[in-house]
T-cell receptor
Framework: GQQLNQSPQSMFIQEGEDVSMNCTSSSIFNTWLWYKQDPGEGPVLLIALYKAGELTSNGRLTAQFGITRKDSFLNISASIPSDVGIYFCAGPRVRSQGNLIFGKGTKLSVKP | GAGVSQSPRYKVAKRGQDVALRCDPISGHVSLFWYQQALGQGPEFLTYFQNEAQLDKSGLPSDRFFAERPEGSVSTLKIQRTQQEDSAVYLC?????????????FGPGTRLTVL
């Protein structure tokens, strides 16, 4: 079935660093979504990608929909403390009413 | 409020107890989804409603799980005879339209702990 593999599982950032994470699948997705989840909250949509090759920005966040439709990446530039949290990639399951498949997440923490 | 709300936010149940989790979607949203999020994992789909019709319940893990949305707005997820493996955060999401993908707005979730 459709699955999403995210990497890295976790990473530590220092304020001001750029961050990159990605998501791959063995099957094609027609829409790629990137969510952020803070502790005790539900996921919040950051960026939605609808077209292969599409590169979309939202402030300091940039995401790309891979040409093969089997991968996507998310970059965060000049990270700030409030960027910590868990980032999920997701996509709608094929032949569904839009129910989403999520990756396992990339946990962003601040370097001690 | 303008967003999706869920209650209770936290629920502790003894094994074997029945629980009911409530979701208030954004007013006017046609579609409503329930997801289960185990610790350290991404959310996993449970069931989907279009208005009051439950069109997809393929993700419900067992017949102990039951969901309803009788008037096409508020939804309740019921778990009978809870087991320890039911411990998770239960997320509700709603979207304005139906069919294919429309942006889903998530509630804060109900954290269920089964002792």
């Amino acid at each position: 079935g459709q699955q999403l593999n995210q990497s890295p599982q976790s990473m530590f950032i220092q304020e001001g660093e750029d961050v990159s994470m990605n998501c791959t699948s063995s099957s094609i997705f027609n829409t790629w979504l990137w969510y952020k989840q803070d502790p005790g909250e539900g996921p919040v949509l950051l960026i939605a990608l609808y077209k292969a090759g599409e590169l979309t920005s939202n402030g300091r966040l940039t995401a790309q929909f891979g040409i093969t439709r089997k991968d996507s990446f998310l970059n965060i530039s000049a990270s700030i403390p409030s960027d910590v949290g868990i980032y999920f990639c997701a996509g709608p399951r094929v032949r569904s009413q839009g129910n989403l498949i999520f990756g396992k997440g990339t946990k962003l923490s601040v370097k001690p | 409020g303008a967003g999706v709300s869920q209650s209770p936010r936290y629920k502790v149940a003894k094994r074997g107890q029945d629980v009911a989790l409530r979701c208030d979607p954004i007013s006017g949203h046609v579609s409503l989804f329930w997801y289960q999020q185990a610790l350290g994992q991404g959310p996993e789909f449970l069931t989907y409603f279009q208005n009051e019709a439950q069109l997809d319940k393929s993700g419900l893990p067992s017949d102990r799980f039951f969901a309803e949305r009788p008037e096409g707005s508020v939804s309740t997820l019921k778990i009978q005879r809870t087991q320890q493996e039911d411990s998770a955060v239960y997320l509700c999401a709603s979207s304005l339209a139906a069919g294919s993908y429309n942006e889903q707005f998530f509630g804060p979730g109900t954290r269920l702990t089964v002792l």
